[in-house]
């Protein structure tokens, strides 16, 4: 999972040095849990967060990896630690609304995909989890407008939803 924005330090020298150094350590973890090494990972993201111990790219995918491994409630402190520095970071916000979900914290996942969708309209995993959450609620009406909003946004998403509701439907008549 990478960041939704490259991660840059600012600052003076020796602080653009030593970050520079964090986002490769971040960097290497990222393609170490691509290619499945998920120890040599978590070691880049130990060394990096060592350096930065708030360094949100870091954190970021500390947590995902975590959620990725059934560690939802590490993950949850992770994604809470980045946006307790930045409550405007939407991957944060929705990979903790995310982690919240497998949980079964379902009103708390709500509320982190509405904040996503505030911060950024058209996220669309987002709307799909939202949505998602309201059907499960019997908010009908809620859920039809995200679906809606979904549909569109993107005629494939369209197509997709019905194939799925059509499934859905036939399943349902067995």
Known sequence: MSPSKPCRSSGPPAARFHGEYVEAYASRADAR???????GAHADLEKALSMDP????????RGASRLQEGHPGR???????????????????????EARQSMGHFRAALSDFTRVLLLENDHREALIHRALLYAHYGQVDRALSDFNRLMSSDPR????????????????GR
Not at 75 to 97: K, M, V
Not at 157 to 172: H, P
């Open 157 to 172: 998403i369209a197509r997709a939803l019905a194939n799925w509701g059509v499934r859905r439907f036939l399943k349902a």
């Open 33 to 39: 849990r691509r290619a499945g090494d998920l120890q």
């Open 54 to 61: 708030d360094n949100a790219c870091a954190l970021l995918l």
């Open 75 to 97: 993950a949850i402190r992770d994604f809470t630690r980045i946006l307790s520095r930045n409550g405007c970071n939407t991957a944060a916000c929705f990979r903790r609304g």
